[in-house]
């Protein structure tokens, strides 16, 4: 199989069989992981592996109770982290001044780079993953549960274990819906229409729009998945949170 | 190869030869990409392909005239994009809430991980790329100068093209030291000794705090290559730039 299969071919997985991911094996895939790119070379992250069920039963309501935190092997809680290179620089007679929202950002794509890697890497090891959109919802809730120092902030979570049975295959929009030329060229009626005229002709999507009693399948994520209040409060709970951890706003503080 | 031996041995590349990447091999390893995962199937993520030595030159001073810039065959910047999103949820008769703090960190995970899947298929092709931190930086130089419209935050560039000479592997520090078990074990002064005590006494990093004129390697980073003074500019000009673009900040508002 060419890399381009491969990449074309992958799945989120959410079933797991009983399967168990070996410490060694866990730990090779997350330390060749950690070669992915990183900002200055900091690796502004860290991980969490929750693979008791006890630590399993913990986390669950703090992610919805998706049934993959406790039907999975593995639980991974990425963190972005500037705590440990703090440290260093404390250490090191340096004077850090990392307790900003840049810094918050770059520690931010550090750590996606990292799960990313790690994702990539467990799937071309015959492994499933999933992520698990919660973790920036439930944040304070999961740093206590993991006893997060200041400077961590929860950011990924990541199911991880053998599949079971087969997962299917997501959509995507063309990729002439993502792709600008030179300069972004704004999406027209039409465009936007051509870029999810497939999307909203699968059989799937149509059943989905039914079983959420709506008219078009934006209003499933607009109404129900993606909602404007929960969005809203999630913002003001996360954002409080970054704060409370050490990553002030510039000229102006978060009520 | 197995893919362990290939992660470990990833390098950033940040010279290229002459040798042109085909459009057609790169729209295919950005297809590819896609399927990587994406919060909800949203694919909150444009890519803006530069590949002029007009659009390159005109990008250049706004990543501090570094020079895979120009030096690169194909120069791509990574937009967190809700701007697609929103069209099509108000052509579709529903109403989106994702002008927030939240739905910008969504598409910033979602930006992030196409990005790094794009970056590692292209390593998988033999090609050779390289993030440019600066992206963040200049957030409102770059908007401008591809026409990014409300909605839309400029967050990954990376240069790309085939390598030319071997680029160095990088040093990471032990994966033990990002490693936590069920729950986050702070970092004692010696464990942070022992975390960077490998880095510290490379040959490299000696000749860095020289170079700089420094006593000790964290004091580079501190002092020279992401100083305080930086960090807080810029978090200033990425959050105003955010703010602007029209993800607003819960019960506050940035000055």
Redesign the interface.
Known sequence: MT??EF????R?VRRYSQKQVSTELL???????????T?????L????????QE?KRALAPHHFNQPQVEGCDVLLTF?ADF???V???E????????D????F??A??DT??F???F???AE??GLG???L?TT??TAPEIAKA????AR?VP??TLSVGYPEGEAPL????P?S???????????S?EA??A??AAKEARDDSKQFIAENGK?????V???V?????N??L???L??DFIVSQGFS???????
């Open positions: 890399s381009f990449f074309r071919n992958r989120t730990e090779s895939m997350l330390e060749a992981a950690s070669q992915a790119p900002t200055g070379n900091m690796q992250y860290s991980v969490i592996v929750t693979r008791t630590g963190c705590n440990r290179f440290k260093w620089c250490a090191s007679d340096a004077k850090p001044g990392y900003n929202f840049q810094s950002v770059t931010v794509i996606t780079i799960a990313q890697q994702c990539t890497i071309m090891e993953c999933c992520y959109g920036t919802y993991l006893d997060l120092p961590v950011l990924i997501s959509d995507r929009i990729i819906a993502i792709l600008h030329e030179e300069r972004y060229q704004d999406y009626p936007i229409k870029a999810y008219q078009t399948l934006a209003q994520f607009t109404d998945r993606y909602t404007r209040a969005n809203e999630f913002s003001r996360y954002l706003l510039p000229d102006s503080e978060v009520k």
